[in-house]
């Protein structure tokens, strides 16, 4: 027998794991190729920092939203060179609400330490990879 429990995660803390990811934990094999532009509002910064100057950065704000979406590639997917970006030759892998729900659903039931440092409010680069990693493939494969 067992219990089974549902959590709710903000959009802010989601926020905070993409900061976590893209800003540190998963630049060695995820690289930001397109982004996906919100068609109507979208999800403005849940950071609260006093610089007027600071712009949201699109990869939190467009897969928050209802329609946008980052699209990325695995740097392994093709050789690493602007010359492969430019033609195409990757697998998209797109961030959207959906990949969201979907990986923090496999993070939860895969990786439940990693998923406890998310509830404690206690993430950081590698909390975010394997965040990103569940929303992005699936499963981890790096690191």
């Not at 995820?30 to 610089?51: A, H, Q, T, W």
């Not at 602007?82 to 609400?97: F, H, M, Q, S, T």
């Not at 993070?107 to 909390?127: L, Q, R, S, W």
Request: glycine content about 6%; some cysteine.
């Amino acid at each position: 027998m067992k219990f089974m429990v549902e959590t709710e995660i903000t959009d802010n803390t989601v926020a905070n794991l993409l900061c976590c990811a893209f800003e540190g934990g998963s630049g060695y094999w995820c690289r930001i190729m397109n982004y996906k532009k919100p068609s109507g509002e979208f999800v403005k910064s849940y950071f609260d920092l006093s610089d007027p100057d600071w712009v949201d950065p699109k990869y939190i704000s467009y897969p928050l939203s209802s329609d946008g979406a980052v699209v990325c590639r695995a740097v392994d997917d093709c050789e690493d060179t602007e010359e492969a970006d430019k033609e195409g030759n990757y697998v998209p892998l797109v961030l959207n609400r959906e990949a969201i729900e979907r990986g923090l659903s496999l993070m939860h039931k895969n990786h439940p330490a990693a998923f406890a440092d998310i509830i404690a409010e206690n993430e950081d680069a590698d909390t975010g990879d394997i965040f990103l990693q569940y929303c992005l493939l699936g499963e981890v494969v790096y690191g």
